[in-house]
């Protein structure tokens, strides 16, 4: 055996020395030279050193030798002691010394762990529980809580469990439950760990279960109260089959699509729209999959591309979609990102309706709008608006050419309109106006404009009165033309119709000459006649006022005679009369 010794001289020196290097083994003389001795050596350095220590003395002082004792020595040497018995008592000390090292650091260690294993059982979240499985004729009966943690008791409410059976601490859970106590006693059999969620009707909450057995029949179950989580759950079911359902119901075209612009997802409405009648025909396709063509196909996953690299929407996008049938809509469409709970775009949400229909009647509308145009122009008619609310006329080109007005200059107020109205027209236009406001009947006068240059021109109008949705007038829209030509051919063909009538009166006259002389020969005949009488004959009073009765007779059918043609000859019409129906029936006897 060879070793390297190294030698103190008193008992400081030993303790200098021994601090300054690592010894395996202290050979100490009990009565060292200097104020300390070789145990008060001993027991300073074991207080900081693991070194074994054997004891050299050639004193059998019962006194030195009982402190020496109370350190524990690793072994003593009586003097006078020779090399032999020194290297067996050094080997001896160092072997059990090793020994002893390995069983302090196994018992470190072991401390160590136990109290690893104390304070996860105590603080860790997850409810422990350590139990031992009752069965009854191989079938489980019950089970004893041999051990819980903390955790246990603040997550179920259970109290003062331990050595306890788990129907006391839990009324009914066996007959409630019997699944759980299958489950336990399954596991404390065969060994084998399981995991499950289970709902305990006897707690009325939801457990998340992780199980194994350490020893036969006996099992330790961790597990975790997961009833919020499960509330929380279901609630989520609810909202995304609400939320499917809301999907699903809305007329507009819902599609989402990841990150490469693969399909995830669509509603029955995107289907319709398209043409397809299973989801599976989307999801997890690409537009070039589906019957779009090839320039509809780049446009859609340039729009793409376009939100989930900028991160923002974008609005009506209106673009055509060829369908399956080969049909083909007109969409408007808006795309908005998806982004997660980190702030990342993951994919795209778009949203489009269809507006065919629409298209089509707004083509409708603008070729008929179009052809009403053509026909305004044609008829070189102008159209305008007034607009009740402010007050305020909004005259064409055209219309303000008819009213003889200055388009640039005019503001469109009422002063300004009425300046070209002719001051004897104006209140017929204001009276028409006020028929349509207050009777919602059609704005339709007829009246003389006066032109700047001093011309007098003849227009006419037609408007409609348009309300609000509150049923409050609104405006007014209407057209313009003029009727000046035809208001002067009017007067024209007046005049010659007098001409024709009066004409046609003295043909008449000429015609009847004949006939009212011969009438005239018979009144001028009893005139006549009854006077020669009266003069000639020897008449009574009474006689004499018959003739001259019969002359005045006369002479009145010859005064109307005249009142007739003079009336028949005359150029202006004649005023007509109602005859009442009693004496028109009374001249009918």
Known sequence: MQCEVDLADDGMDAINRIFDKKFDLILMDIMLGGEIDGIEVAKQTQSSLE?????????????????????????????????????????????????????????????????LYRSLFKGMLNCFAYCQMLFEDGRPQDFIYLAVNDAFGLQT???????????????????????????????????????????????????????????????????????????????????????????????????????NSVYLGCNQA?????????????????????????????????????????????????????????????????????????????????????????????????????????????ALMGVWTWDIIKD???????????????????????????????????????????????????YAPEYRVVWPDGSVHYVASRGRLIRDEAGRPMRVDGVLWDITERNLAEEEHKRLEAQLRQAQKMEAIGTLAGGIAHDFNNILGAIMGYTQLAMTGNYTESQLNDFLREVLNAGHRAKDLIKQILTFSRQSEQSKHIIAGEKVSHFGR
């Open 392 to 442: 305020r006329r909004y005259f064409d080109k055209q219309v303000c050419f008819l009213l003889g007005i200055t388009p640039k200059t005019f503001t469109g107020n009422a002063e300004e309109f009425f300046q070209s109205v002719h001051p004897d027209d104006q209140e017929t236009v204001k009276a028409a106006m006020a028929r349509t406001l207050y009777h919602d009947v059609m």
């Open 157 to 259: 409410g259970l109290k003062d469990v331990v050595g306890r059976k788990a129907t006391e601490v839990i009324p009914g859970i066996r007959e409630a439950d019997p699944q759980l106590f299958e489950i336990y006693a399954r596991v404390a059999k065969t060994g084998q760990p399981e995991r499950f969620e289970i709902f305990v009707e006897a707690l009325q909450m939801w457990f998340c279960v992780s199980v194994y057995s350490p020893e036969h029949e006996y099992f330790v179950a961790v597990f975790d109260v997961i009833t919020e989580r499960k509330r929380l759950e279901e609630a989520l079911y609810r909202s995304r089959d609400m939320l499917a359902n809301v999907i699903d119901s809305i007329p507009q075209s819902v599609f989402w699509k990841d990150r």
């Open 270 to 378: 995107y289907m319709r729209s398209i043409g397809i009648d299973n989801v599976e025909k989307i999801v997890g396709k690409t537009d070039y999959d589906l019957p779009w063509s090839l320039e509809e196909t780049e446009s859609y996953l340039a729009n793409d591309r376009e939100v989930m690299e900028s991160s923002k929407p974008k609005y009506h996008i209106l673009e055509s979609c060829q369908r399956s049938d080969g049909t083909s809509l007109f969409v408007d469409t808006t795309k908005v990102p998806l982004i997660d709970v980190d702030g990342k775009v993951y994919g795209v949400l778009g949203v489009y309706e269809d507006i065919t229909e629409r298209k089509r009647t707004e083509n409708a509308l603008r070729e008929s709008e179009e052809r009403l145009e053509l026909a305004i122009r044609s």
């Open 51 to 115: 070194i074994p220590i054997v004891f050299a003395t050639g004193y059998d002082d019962q006194t030195i030798l009982d402190r020496a004792k109370l350190l524990n020595p690793a072994g003593y040497i009586l003097k006078p002691y020779n090399a032999r018995q020194i290297g067996v008592t050094i080997e001896m000390a160092l072997y059990v010394a090793k020994v002893e090292k390995k069983r302090r650091r196994a018992e470190k260690s072991l401390i160590e762990s136990e109290n």
